[in-house]
């Protein structure tokens, strides 16, 4: 097909070919028209879900093996962007082994409440940390000649009624928090597809969104790739493609092309639109044959399986290590006798359900894998509970007391079965099932030196676990290497580095869209606004069981000398890590900026920027990290765009968003925003311009603010400064009219506007 020239090419071909070219072949695969191949799209994002036989969506239909890499809430919880694309180099090789053009993801939806089903396939609450990682999961992908997909786009933040309810968000939260991931992305990373979703934003399908696949992805942002549609998220083709959208997936047998084709002739839908959307799907086919022309020999099981055991051990956060005794309960030593109590221990929760379930090419076995690194020792193992309700639990809970009690430690496995969090459905509740805190309770009871780990998609309610158990490793999700990572967590053969990408809280009531969660009548009331995550526990000064950016390590760290500087970039801050520990670590350094005396509603800090750094003991080490300017703006709803104020910035660096170490302040040049006035902006607005003040006086006297106030008992400064102008027509009693404040304002204007180019 090679060509240089896909408009051409598009041109050429006849409106039922272009109507063609945007719609599937079938489940998992394009049309070919003419000399455009066919294109194979399949699911991520930690796998490669490649059906040849039967597909679905679900994840129902075998597929074939492939690596099972750590889901997005394990691997986002290494904050590695160097690691992350490592992983998503190695998702293009095997996509390409397989002979897949697209792999679906990575997905970049905000967890905006931790009973979003969906959330074990998303990095973090946060868009600075997920538009970080999530670049170079597509930059790692994409340098082997497969394409991504950014998904889901957009706001699309809950399971229940997914194909239907609105997300109703204002315009500063959609921009902030739910379109700034995906900004960062398109802009630094160039993704082959973008992936609409299935939800309506302010009651527009989003496949039918016009502003948001035309205005701001392709005309804001530069966006030059394909849309495609969630899997059967098109309500209607016709209005879909004339919106922005490209490529309606699965195929639907040809009906939706006739649609197309029937309104071009009808005059309904403009035939330019047509001939665009089909040229970017040619665009597409042409960098998958670029693709297909490298070396797509099998990969190699073993090595990819290394890999995911080296990312999985990133991936553990240590919540909790207290001492019992002279030391604390982790590292493990080798050769001391361990109770191994849990389910998962021998049967790994690794992995979410639904479209990115992946066939694995092997998992590690934790209890195996425990036993491997302790040979001399006696592990015993006991299951303690069952996922499915079945069996005796006071028998099983007995036979796991003993087995701790006779041990001089005990590991218990803990979490939530796949029935229990899903894609397609939202939780109810974040409690880890009553049966295991049970279990937890008595094993501790019996043995003082006892080790949470825990399995999960989504957050859990872990007050009850911190105050029973001395040491915690949160494992979330970690593919199906988990197994050897955890094992080498607990020995000490890797350092535990990882931080919470999501804040534990107390309670669920606690959590910002509590009351407004999942919805109800088809609508999904963003209530809380910018306030999502460590924002909205921050604002309130509300506690919480651990913080966002938490992790502990077998060593310590300290941080000093903070220096700042500001420049055309934005914020540069170097500060000096050191390890005053005995363990070689990985520090993950924080950066979160606070803007004190803002003009504009701001959460109290936010994440800008943050750096991992390797140190042996004792060892110092200046870090760098350039909080990009662009970062630094808010975005304004009466300019429509970005906006840097001016004014002093605090940066604060820190081993979690509750952990800070050092902090600075540096003043920052602001975007000049000069605003139009008119008759409804307020007198105090309008006496800020310059001039503005002698002008009005001219026309009509100023109340007198100090004899008013000491007559009225009131501030007639500030309850004149809320008035809009116009109203001074009816207060002057005629010695003003509406012509004469259209003038002024005009003339204000335009001497504002002078100014502004002098």
């Given at each position: 097909m090679t060509t240089h020239d896909p408009a051409s090419l598009s041109r050429s071909l006849s409106r039922a070919e272009q109507a063609a070219l945007g719609s599937g072949a079938d489940f998992w695969s394009t049309k070919q028209v003419g000399s455009v191949p066919s294109l194979v799209l399949t699911d991520g994002p930690h796998g490669v879900r490649r059906q040849v036989g039967a597909s679905d969506h679900l994840g129902i239909a075998g597929s074939e093996p492939a690596t099972c890499f750590p889901p997005a809430v394990g691997l986002g919880q290494s904050w590695d962007t160097?690691?992350?694309?490592?992983?998503?180099?190695?998702?293009?090789?095997?996509?390409?082994?397989?002979?897949?053009?697209?792999?679906?993801?990575?997905?970049?939806?905000?967890?905006?409440?931790?009973?979003?089903?969906?959330?074990?396939?998303?990095?973090?609450?946060?868009?600075?940390?997920?538009?970080?990682?999530?670049?170079?999961?597509?930059?790692?992908?994409?340098?082997?000649?497969?394409?991504?997909?950014?998904?889901?786009?957009?706001?699309?933040?809950?399971?229940?009624?997914?194909?239907?309810?609105?997300?109703?968000?204002?315009?500063?939260?959609?921009?902030?928090?739910?379109?700034?991931?995906?900004?960062?992305?398109?802009?630094?990373?160039?993704?082959?597809?973008?992936?609409?979703?299935?939800?309506?934003?302010?009651?527009?399908?989003?496949?039918?969104?016009?502003?948001?696949?035309?205005?701001?992805?392709?005309?804001?942002?530069?966006?030059?790739?394909?849309?495609?549609?969630?899997?059967?998220?098109?309500q209607d083709r016709v209005k879909a493609v004339a919106a922005g959208l490209d490529l309606e997936m699965p195929g639907s047998g040809g009906g939706s092309d006739a649609d197309v084709v029937e309104a071009v002739e009808a005059g309904t839908l403009d035939a330019v639109v047509l001939e665009r959307a089909a040229a970017r799907t040619v665009a597409l086919a042409a960098k998958a044959e670029i693709g297909r022309a490298r070396d797509a020999a099998p990969f190699d099981p073993e090595a990819h399986h290394a890999l995911a055991r080296a990312a999985a051990a990133q991936c553990v956060v240590l919540l909790k290590n207290d001492a019992v005794g002279a030391e604390p309960v982790l590292p493990l030593t080798a050769g001391r006798s361990l109770a191994v109590i849990g389910e998962f221990a021998q049967a790994p929760r690794y992995q979410g359900g639904g479209s990115s379930h992946v066939n694995p090419t092997r998992v590690d076995i934790p209890l195996d894998e425990i036993r491997a690194l302790s040979p001399d020792a006696e592990v015993t193992f006991t299951a303690g509970f069952t996922t499915d309700g079945t069996g005796d639990a006071a028998a099983l809970r007995d036979e796991a007391v003993r087995a701790a009690g006779a041990a001089e430690t005990a590991v218990v496995f803990l979490g939530l079965a796949a029935h229990q969090e899903s894609e397609g459905f939202d939780r109810e509740h974040i409690e880890l099932p009553a049966e295991q805190l049970e279990l937890l309770a008595d094993v501790v009871c019996a043995q003082p030196r006892t080790v949470v780990v825990l399995s999960h998609g989504g957050v859990l309610r872990l007050a009850p676990v911190a105050e029973l158990a001395p040491a915690v490793l949160d494992g979330a999700l970690l593919g199906q290497a988990g197994g050897g990572a955890l094992a080498d967590v607990l020995f000490g053969r890797v350092n535990p580095s990882a931080r919470l990408t999501e804040t534990v809280p107390v309670r669920i009531q606690d959590t910002p869209a509590y009351l407004d969660f999942p919805g109800e009548h088809g609508h999904v009331a963003y209530g809380e606004g910018l306030f999502v995550g460590y924002r909205w526990y921050d604002a309130r000064d509300i506690a919480v069981t651990y913080p966002f950016g938490h992790g502990l390590s077998y060593t310590s760290f300290a941080y000093t000398g903070l220096e700042l500087s500001a420049g055309a970039d934005g914020i540069t801050a170097q500060v000096t890590v050191t390890n005053t520990g005995e363990r070689t670590g990985r520090e993950v350094v924080q950066f979160y900026v606070a803007k004190s005396g803002s003009s504009v509603v701001r959460p109290v800090q936010e994440l800008k920027g943050h750096v991992g750094v390797t140190l042996a003991p004792g060892e110092s080490r200046q870090v760098t990290v350039t909080l990009d300017r662009p970062d630094l703006a808010y975005w304004d709803t009466r300019a429509d765009r970005w906006i840097v104020e001016g004014g002093t910035y605090e940066v604060r660096v820190a081993a979690s968003s509750r952990d800070i170490r050092v902090s600075a302040s540096v003043e920052v040049t602001g975007d000049e925003l000069v605003l139009a006035l008119t008759v409804d902006s307020t007198l105090g607005e309008v006496l800020a311009a310059p001039g503005a003040a002698e002008i009005l006086g001219a026309l009509m006297p100023m109340p007198q603010a100090e004899a008013d106030s000491d007559v009225l008992g009131i501030d007639m400064a500030k309850m004149m400064a809320s008035i809009p102008v116009r109203r001074l027509v009816s207060f002057a009693a005629g010695a003003v009219t509406q012509a004469d404040l259209d003038k002024i304002i005009d003339q204000l204007n335009t001497a504002r506007a002078a100014s502004s180019q002098a």
């Open positions: 160097e690691l992350v694309g490592k992983v998503g180099r190695a998702l293009g090789v095997e996509s390409r082994a397989l002979d897949v053009d697209v792999l679906l993801g990575p997905g970049v939806n905000i967890k905006r409440d931790p009973r979003c089903g969906r959330n074990f396939e998303y990095f973090s609450e946060d868009p600075h940390l997920t538009g970080t990682l999530a670049t170079s999961w597509v930059q790692g992908l994409q340098s082997t000649g497969v394409g991504a997909s950014l998904k889901h786009f957009a706001a699309n933040n809950t399971e229940h009624d997914r194909m239907r309810s609105s997300s109703d968000v204002a315009p500063r939260p959609l921009r902030e928090i739910y379109l700034r991931a995906f900004q960062a992305v398109v802009e630094r990373a160039q993704p082959w597809t973008v992936m609409c979703s299935y939800n309506r934003i302010n009651g527009t399908y989003a496949s039918e969104n016009r502003w948001l696949l035309t205005e701001v992805l392709r005309d804001e942002w530069g966006f030059d790739g394909v849309v495609v549609s969630d899997w059967g998220a098109v």
